[in-house]
């Protein structure tokens, strides 16, 4: 069983990982006028082989408790996944790098401040959608197309928050 305290989130630490979407520190410039600051391409999207293409959905997640138990993390190999809340809802990041295998000393935890969205990256190991407090509404953007995007890797995580 591996134990983690969530950090909270980074860009820094997040890199090996993806991309943190943060509109408070995300360059930006004027668009429509001045009336609207454009936050442009914050994170790549990746739509890996046949058919692939970009679907844009919205997830809307009851919430976890805490400490939270994880029995697998997940991977999408053909394609980037993009959670953005919708509500300033915080939510928990477990991860560990692309890979055929998951190191455990490589398992990351984070949790979110509600201002933050993530992109991980194709292949990137993660547990699955994790909101806290409150239900969940995400704006989530990832991969259709043909085969499996999708494997799991069995793992016993336990994740609390850091005091
Ligand atoms: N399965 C699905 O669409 N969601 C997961 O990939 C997840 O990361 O929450
Ligand atoms: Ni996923």
């Known amino acids: 069983m591996l134990t983690l305290e969530a950090k909270l989130l980074t860009a820094d630490a997040f890199a090996p990982f993806g991309d943190v979407l943060d509109a408070r520190t995300s360059a930006s410039y004027p668009i429509n006028a001045g ?74 935890a984070f949790v979110t401040d509600g201002r933050q969205g993530v992109n991980y990256r194709a292949g990137t190991w993660h547990a699955i959608q994790s909101v806290l407090e409150r239900e969940g509404e995400f704006l989530v953007v990832d991969r259709g197309g043909d085969g499996n995007n999708c494997d799991e890797y069995p793992l016993d995580v336990t994740v609390t928050l850091a005091q």
């Open 35 to 108: 009336r609207t600051q454009r936050h442009h391409d914050l994170a790549k999207v990746e739509t890996l082989g046949d058919n692939a293409h970009t679907l844009i959905n919205i997830f809307v997640s009851q919430p976890v408790s805490l400490p939270l138990s994880l029995t697998f993390l997940e991977r999408h190999p053909q394609g980037s996944q993009a959670f953005m809340p919708l509500r300033q809802e915080r939510f928990i990041i477990v991860v560990a790098p692309p890979g055929e295998t998951i190191a455990l000393d490589e398992v990351q």
